[in-house]
């Protein structure tokens, strides 16, 4: 599939994660991305991608290298009320719950909330607090 618009001007680039599960991967990603607002950009036989994170088999000719151990990835919201979505819908779609919506100590305002996805990855969505953006993205168009 060929990239035709990319979202750029956030700190990540792209993140890959291989996973044993496609299914059930694109099952879980499916529900938080939709609670999210994060459409789904593409997908074949052995991934799928959504924004900056490209999801594969370790089959996939994208996944190189020895497979790693679990990772941490957290996700804008929009407001406290999308990151409680968010964990409603990881909870409904495979995922385990690893620290319910609430408010963080890692500065003023920051609320967020934790799930395991099926593969045992940290998956946080968080909400910064009131603030104002220049722009929600940087729009690429090929």
């Given at each position: ?10 700190l990540i680039d792209h993140i890959q994660l291989v996973v044993k599960d496609l299914a059930a991967s694109r099952k ?16 074949g036989e052995d991934f799928f991608w959504a924004d900056e994170l490209f999801i594969s088999t370790p089959d996939s ?82």
């Open positions: 599939m060929e990239t035709q618009e990319l979202h750029r001007g956030r879980f990603y499916e529900a938080v991305f939709a609670e999210l607002n994060i459409p789904m950009s593409g997908s000719e994208a996944a190189q290298g020895e497979l790693t151990g679990r990772h941490h990835l957290a996700f804008q919201a929009k407001d406290r009320a999308m990151v409680e979505a968010f964990h409603r819908a990881a909870l409904k779609n495979g995922g385990r719950d690893n620290g319910a919506p609430g408010l963080r100590p890692y500065h003023p305002g920051y609320y967020g909330a934790f799930v395991l996805d099926p593969d045992g990855n940290n998956i946080e969505a968080v909400y910064h607090g009131e603030a104002q953006r220049s722009a929600p993205s940087v729009k690429v168009t090929f």
